[in-house]
C-alpha cells in the first residue's frame, strides 16, 4: 500500500514558477512508476506527466512540454514536477498518482495509487 500526499500548490502569476512535490509514504524507487495528472472544475481529470520506474524515461502532455519537468528523489521517495513559464490555463488541481506498470503510462486507469490533490491557480 502506498500513499501519497502533494504540497506546494498556491496562488501565482502568470510567467511565474512552482514546484510541486509528492510525498509517498511507501517505498516507490524502482517499484513504481509516477505520474502527475490535472483536473480544472467541470473537465476531466487529464494527464500532465509521468516517469519511469529508474527516472531514466518521462512522457509529457504537448502543452506542457518545455515548461514542466518531472523528476524523482529515490532517497527521498519523493515526485517532484517543476512548473515554468505557468499560463492562467495551467488553474488545476494537481494530482501525484503511482503506477505498478513497468512502462511510462498516461492513462487513469494505468494509475493504482492517488494522492488528494494541491490547488494551483496562475493569474493573468
Known amino acids: 500500500q502506498v500513499q501519497l500526499a502533494e504540497s506546494g500548490g498556491r496562488l501565482v502569476q502568470a510567467g511565474g514558477s512552482l514546484r510541486l512535490s509528492c510525498a509517498a509514504s511507501?517505498?516507490?524507487?524502482?517499484?513504481?512508476?509516477m505520474g502527475w495528472f490535472r483536473q480544472a472544475p467541470g473537465d476531466e481529470r487529464e494527464f500532465v506527466a509521468a516517469i519511469s520506474r529508474s527516472g531514466d524515461n518521462t512522457l509529457y502532455i504537448d502543452s506542457v512540454k518545455g515548461r514542466f519537468t518531472i523528476s524523482r528523489d529515490g532517497a527521498k521517495n519523493t515526485v517532484y514536477l517543476q512548473m515554468n513559464s505557468l499560463k492562467p490555463e495551467d488553474t488545476s488541481v494537481y494530482y501525484c498518482?503511482?503506477?505498478?506498470?513497468?512502462?511510462?503510462?498516461?492513462?487513469?486507469?494505468?494509475?493504482?495509487?492517488w494522492g488528494q490533490g494541491t490547488q494551483v491557480t496562475v493569474s493573468s
Open positions: 511507501g517505498r516507490i524507487s524502482s517499484t513504481y512508476g
Open positions: 498518482a503511482a503506477s505498478e506498470s513497468a512502462t511510462v503510462v498516461a492513462g487513469r486507469g494505468e494509475y493504482d495509487y
